[in-house]
Nanobody, 114 residues
Framework: QVRIVESGGGLVQPGGSLRISCVGSGFTFSSCAMNWYRQAPGKQREFVAGISSDGGLANYAGSVEGRFTISRDNTKRTVYLQMSSLKPEDTAVYYC???????WGQGTQVTVSS
């Protein structure tokens, strides 16, 4: 059974940094590309970043490029999203997604506020 669990969300001040994590189980993690999405209140869910199965390729939404970094550790079955220079408009629930299985995690809340 495919399972994805996000963690690491919280409250951070504007300009601050935060790293969120996503652990996968029940599938061959090292063979799957992984994505991060986010959904702000009253808005549609949007793509944030994606990474290839071996971590060699990554792509980002224009709104986060240069501020966010996606990475993965296949030995730990974990994908990370390092977020820096956070802005209030980054406030959202952040979701991990496995495209191959069309499976979502439950999300982790990130709030950027002073």
């Amino acid at each position: 059974q495919v399972r994805i669990v996000e963690s690491g969300g919280g409250l951070v001040q504007p300009g601050g940094s935060l790293r969120i994590s996503c652990v996968g189980s029940g599938f061959t993690f090292s063979s799957c590309a992984m994505n991060w999405y986010r959904q702000a209140p009253g808005k549609q869910r949007e793509f944030v970043a994606g990474i290839s199965s071996d971590g060699g390729l990554a792509n980002y939404a224009g709104s986060v490029e240069g501020r966010f970094t996606i990475s993965r550790d296949n030995t730990k079955r974990t994908v990370y999203l390092q977020m820096s220079s956070l802005k209030p408009e980054d406030t959202a629930v952040y979701y991990c997604y496995v495209p191959h299985y069309d499976h979502w995690g439950q999300g982790t809340q990130v709030t950027v506020s002073s």
